[in-house]
């Protein structure tokens, strides 16, 4: 009787280190050369949008830098200095959003391997039920402000933002995924409503969504 509980105990503790080590193993695969992987794929993003410039897609040069807000890689721009997009919906709003306005987005976030490290809504985008997120402008990663400052009400975009535009060469944890030094970030953005800075104040708050 005590063999055979030995026997059964022994067996279970051996299920679980084989399945353990397969999932670690699995991790470990998944983020297998994660710099090199996110390298390569920028470079066919890269590639992809100057091939595509006049049509779908957009390149746009970070806010940061002198000449900003032009489309386009000039010459000696670094790819690393700069977004790719590719447009899902074109808006029909007239004024593009401003670095101290505040906007309401609905927004996925996902690294290359498809991980959704971060949304504002599950499942497919319904309109009519999903709340769209809020924020400043100025408040957020490079990427999305040099985004958002390019973007109209109704726009839709498909962001591929390199990690020098992005987190860095550091993780960003406290996301469902933790985000892996050196990653490209993607993201499905739909600017819904912009609040002008000189509209909305502390006695003209945003309001609730409705």
């Not at 059964?8 to 983020?31: H, P």
């Not at 505040?102 to 976030?109: A, C, M």
């Not at 993780?171 to 000189?198: C, H, N, Q």
Request: glycine fraction near 6%.
């Amino acid at each position: 009787m005590r063999r055979s509980l030995y026997f059964i105990v022994s067996s279970l503790f051996l299920t679980l280190f084989v399945l353990t080590a397969c999932d670690e193993t699995t991790e470990e695969y998944r983020f297998a050369n994660w710099q090199a992987r996110n390298q390569q794929y920028l470079d066919s993003i890269v590639n992809l949008a100057q091939t595509n410039s006049s049509g779908e897609w957009q390149i746009i040069k970070s806010y940061t830098l002198s000449g900003n807000n032009q489309s386009g890689i000039i010459g000696g721009t670094d790819p690393l200095d700069c977004i790719y997009v590719k447009v899902l919906e074109k808006g029909s709003g007239e004024r593009k959003a401003m670095f101290n306005d505040t906007v309401r987005v609905h927004y996925r976030g996902m690294l290359i391997n498809e991980d959704v490290f971060d949304q504002s809504y599950k499942g497919s985008l319904k309109l009519e039920s999903a709340v769209p997120a809020k924020f400043k402008v100025s408040s957020l990663i490079n990427g999305w402000t040099t985004a958002l400052q390019q973007m109209k009400e109704g726009d839709r975009w498909e962001l591929f933002i390199p990690w020098s535009l992005a987190y860095g060469p550091g993780v960003m944890a406290g996301t469902s995924t933790d985000i892996l030094e050196y990653s490209l970030l993607r993201f499905d953005v739909k600017l819904v409503k912009i609040y002008p800075e000189d509209e909305y104040t502390s006695s003209n708050p945003v309001p609730d969504w409705k």
